[in-house]
């Protein structure tokens, strides 16, 4: 599978970044490179063997439902680009 | 399973609508999802934010114990498979009420699996037909926070607190064929959902609201395209989002048009659903397993406590008011549609046989009766709901047991349940001081009689002829001059004798 | 009278306790160290008042007469990727250029509570996304060492914790936290002379620190020798209820624990580690490695390790995809940069700050982590690399049925210059071609200095030992360490 300069700007897109075309043009090949290399995996017979779920024998432990911590907006807030009275701001959305 | 005879006329003929519910249910907690923060509603905005909640670079999730052993309950009491394997995927989105970036949700291997309700089409009539609603699966994930629109000309505000609170997403299967279904199915749902105590089925507080999958087809043809109505947020708006709904899209396939499959929002002032504006990007949530958790493995001991915590629910409850306490359909229905109802009738029916000395059976018809009229016709005038009660069920059993042992009439206990109310006086508090305790002197009652055939002598005449319907006048008479304290039995007997 | 830069975390916390010297002026002198590198660009930030503060604190209890704590007065360096209380932690990066913590992570919190004070936060590869320290928002850190012959090439420290491994090799600070994803610990320690050791996944709590990729990223320490990585790994490690992936372990007592006898143990060499054109002195320096642990007693057993040549295409899916969803929380809206072109909305405001606050690298990996998830795309890529994962991590079980630990060279060459790679993220990515592996097994790993090549640069050996085994990894570590006898180091030239 290789990816074309659209595909790059829709993956941009998906991810939020912005992209300008020169950028799009230059990461097409890279991205490329890069998926090209790691399809050799396809070469791996995987078929009788399943997905690794944790690295270390573990189980997820539950904690108890307890309050610990809240009340501290404005530690929350302390590093906001833009909030008041107590929100976080953001332009404008319509839904 | 009796199949909806609900139908679209459209201009080419018949419709038949194929609906599903996918309800978002608050689990009842103190604390969120992954994080330590509180779920109180109502708060300041952003006082409920733990930094887990706000994303903070480097925060971790850690699971809530109670927040699955709820999931698992509400699975359990669905007659549900309970996966003792599972996990929490991440699905990736950006949005500002969305802080992670990816909500942490469970696509591949859900919490709770298969499982059913039985709803009753009509849930004041205990003989309209019942329903099954297969019931695909349960995940638990975490809720967003919530971004407010009207506070600023060029900003939206932003507030965490609902962030990471759990939700359990339960998704019907595309089983229901009418408003009424789906309506019912939601009422069902919540009701079993209050029983098993995992949520509080506020919908006006967003604990519990319901994305609609609403299709049209011909009768028995293939399944159509299906548009996504999200978030509506009680059980009359489901109703009307579905109608509006499915009549929108018959006029855009009868005129020619196509479904687009599309997330819609209902308007419910206007009593229509509209599409929210396209997004740039088709949806590509991008799910995977969180890597910050591990799967999630359920022993025995867990499962075993989540079975023997559960409840009695609302239909066995009703099989048994029915055939154990000998109540009417409609009763043991009323009794047990509410989680809070059924708690305060076995309370009232303990207390009532307590005092009585007497088997529940024996109370049981009487205390429903009284619940389902009296206080039921008080609450709704006061606007109160029955965990609001100015009158508990210790001092209903009181006012039953005054009236089962003769003390009272009926008509005197409807009085006493009046200023009851009023007052907050107990029942035999009330009866003692204003002297309401029913009298069986017969002497009173034979000298009150013997004074109004004397001041009736032309009726007595005429009943004494054969006009026997006359003998309730004198019934009424009686009762009157003897302010209803009268036993009317004994006033009956007496009566038969006077007048021979 | 020694200089005191010159020691090592065990020599200076004994030499407190000794009265030999206060901490302040142990602080004080890597303070003045720290403020006269600045051509190195270790550090981001520098904190003299949090290291003299904790000195203070030592001088204090010593005076009382107190029981002084494992690390008193010890000052470290703190990789900028540890979110640090009030204490600017960037990541390396422009998006988080500003962002003053409201918390303290459990491994910098481990290491204050056991004395250590903090010299500044170091720089490293963005996001801790690189191989060569040359991805950060702050600039290329430049190791110490130079090629020999009077080239002035600078050289790259090795990353991602290139920070850490240039301000140890400098003799900046004694000892500094690293974190490894893929063999970020490990190849900046081989690059630069020193030792570091990638403990077992979940030995330390992730909490605080930000994240690259959640399945691999485990932070460790960096130090002189492996007596030091000792140390400062018990006061880093140990379980954190507030991590679901932190083992529920005791810390075991590793320094009292050391021991480089290596009679009845058992060697591995993998042979698929024997990568084509890998330099003649790398394969030198590794039958060096094996002799030394001959002549500590162990025996050589050669091993197979079938799927390791697939180790680096399955990282290089499975990291960018769990960085591409650990990324997405910088959108510009609760901290870090906000980039708001006039007019923008929403959606617009997260492109533009995205854009404007990562760079490039970390760019490339959430476009290719984004890709590699999306609709069609998924268990092509992410599923198979999560199948070869398991196999990866089956091959070194069976080779424990065969040895204790395995020995492998760390990187593939020596440093190489600033810029001889930059321009080729895959001939960056095949850097971590040894470190990568076990890495994807969670297991724990170091590097030692083993001796130079034919430009007097380091190079390193890699011991991997089975899950929880750091003990035996350290002993390992420590019989090479003794017989190589390394005390080269970079001639101050900055």
Known sequence: MSVDQNIVRKVASLARIAITDEEAERLTPELNNILGWVEQLGEVDTSSVEPMTAVIPNTLRLRDDVVTEGDQRDAVLANAPQGEHGFFTVPKVVE | MTESTYR????????????????????????????????????????????????????????????????????????????????????????????????????????????????????????????????????????????????????????????????????????????????????????????????????????????????????????????????????????????????RQVE??????????????????KGE???????????????????????????????????????????????????????????????TADADTARWFEALLAESA???????????????????????????????????????????????????????????????????????????????????KQTSDTGAIEKVIADIMAANEDKVVEYRGGKDKLFGFFVGQTMKAMQGKANPQVVNELLKKALG | MTDVTDLGVAAIRDGIRTKAFSAREVADAFIVKVSKAKALNAFIVETPDHAIAAAKAADDAVAAGETLKPLAGVPIGMKDLFCTKGVQTTAASHMLEGFIPQYESTVSRHLWEAGAGMLGKLNLDQFAMGSSNETSYFGNVISPWRRGGGDN?????????????????????????????????????????????????????????????????????????????????????????????????????????????????????????????????????????????????????????????????????????????????????????????????LQEMYAATRAAGFGDEVKRRIMIGTYVLSAGFYDAYYTQAQKVRTLIARDFESAWMACDYLLTPTAPSAAFALGEKSADPLAMYLNDVFTVPSSLAGLPAMSVPGGLDKNGLPLGLQIIGKPLDEQGVLNAGLAIEQRAGFTARPEAWW
């Open chain 2, 273 to 335: 659903t509209r599409s929210m504006r396209s997004k740039e990007d088709a949806h590509d949530y991008r799910y995977f397993p969180d890597p910050d958790l591990l799967p999630l493995e359920l022993d025995d001991a867990f499962l075993d406590e989540c079975k023997a915590s559960l409840p009695e629910l609302p239909d066995a409850k009703r099989r048994r008011y029915e055939g154990d306490l000998g109540l009417t359909a409609y009763n043991a229905a009323v009794l």
């Open chain 2, 354 to 436: 307590r005092v009585q000395k007497k088997g529940e059976p024996e109370v049981a018809r009487a205390a429903a009766n009284w619940l389902i009229s009296d206080l039921f016709g008080a609450l709704n005038r006061l606007g109160k709901s029955i965990d609001t009660s100015p009158v508990s069920p210790e001092e209903g059993a009181e006012l039953l047991a005054l009236i089962a042992d003769g003390t009272i009439s009926n008509t005197i206990g409807k009085q006493v349940f009046e200023i009851m109310l009023e007052t907050g006086d107990t029942p035999g508090k009330i009866v003692e001081e204003k002297g309401l």
């Open chain 2, 8 to 247: 679209i006329h459209g201009d080419t003929g018949e419709w038949e609508v194929v609906i599903g519910l996918e309800v978002h249910a608050q689990v009842t907690t103190q604390a969120k999802l992954f994080s330590g923060a509180p779920t109180a509603f109502g708060a300041e905005p952003n006082t409920q934010v733990s930094l887990v909640d706000a994303a903070m670079p480097g925060m971790l999730p850690v699971p809530n114990r109670e927040c699955i052993r709820q999931a698992v309950r509400t699975g359990m009491a669905l007659g549900a498979v309970i996966n003792k394997w599972s996990r929490f995927d991440r699905k990736n989105y950006f949005y500002a009420d969305l802080p992670q970036g990816y909500q942490i949700s469970q696509l591949y291997h859900p919490l709770v699996g298969e499982g059913a309700i039985d709803v009753q089409l009509d849930e004041k009539d205990p003989e309209s037909p019942t329903k099954t609603i297969g019931i695909e699966r349960i995940h638990v994930e975490q809720d967003a926070g919530k971004l407010m629109h009207d506070q600023h000309p060029t900003r939206s505000y932003v507030d965490l607190n609902r962030s990471g609170v759990a939700l359990m997403e339960i998704v019907s299967r595309p089983d229901m064929r009418s408003p009424q279904e789906a309506g019912a199915y939601l009422s069902k749902l919540r009701s079993i959902l209050r029983y098993v105590g995992s949520c509080d089925g506020n919908m006006d507080q967003g604990s519990m609201r319901a994305d609609v999958n609403v299709s049209v087809r011909k009768p028995g043809g293939e399944l159509g395209t299906r548009t996504e109505t999200k978030n509506v947020n009680s059980v009359r708006f489901v109703m009307q989002a579905i109608e509006s709904e499915a009549q």
């Open chain 2, 252 to 269: 855009v396939i009868e005129s020619g048009g196509r479904i687009v499959q599309e997330t819609r929002l209902f308007d419910p002032d």
């Open chain 3, 153 to 345: 090439a600078a050289l790259a420290p090795g990353g991602s914790s290139g920070g850490s491994s240039t301000a140890i090799a400098a003799r900046l600070c004694p000892a500094a936290t690293g974190t490894d994803t893929g063999g970020s610990i490990r190849q900046p320690a081989a690059f630069t002379g020193i030792s570091g050791i990638k403990p077992t996944y979940g030995r330390c709590s992730r909490w605080g620190v930000v994240a690259f990729a959640s399945s691999l990223d485990q932070a460790g320490p960096m130090a002189h020798d492996v007596k030091d990585c000792a140390i400062m790994l018990e006061a880093m490690a140990g379980f954190d209820p507030k991590d679901a992936t932190s083992l529920d372990l005791p810390v075991p007592k590793w320094e009292a624990g050391l021991n480089s006898d290596m009679r009845g143990k058992k060697i591995g060499i993998p042979k698929e580690y024997r990568v084509d054109n890998m330099p003649a002195e790398i394969d030198a320096l590794w039958q060096q490695g094996i002799d030394w642990m001959k002549d500590a007693g162990a025996e050589i057993v050669e091993v197979s390790l079938p799927h390791t040549k697939y180790a680096l295409p399955a990282y290089y899916i499975i990291a960018p995809a769990e960085c591409s969803s650990n990324l997405a929380r910088y959108d510009g809206v609760r901290y870090g940069l906000r980039d708001l072109p006039e007019g923008a909305n």
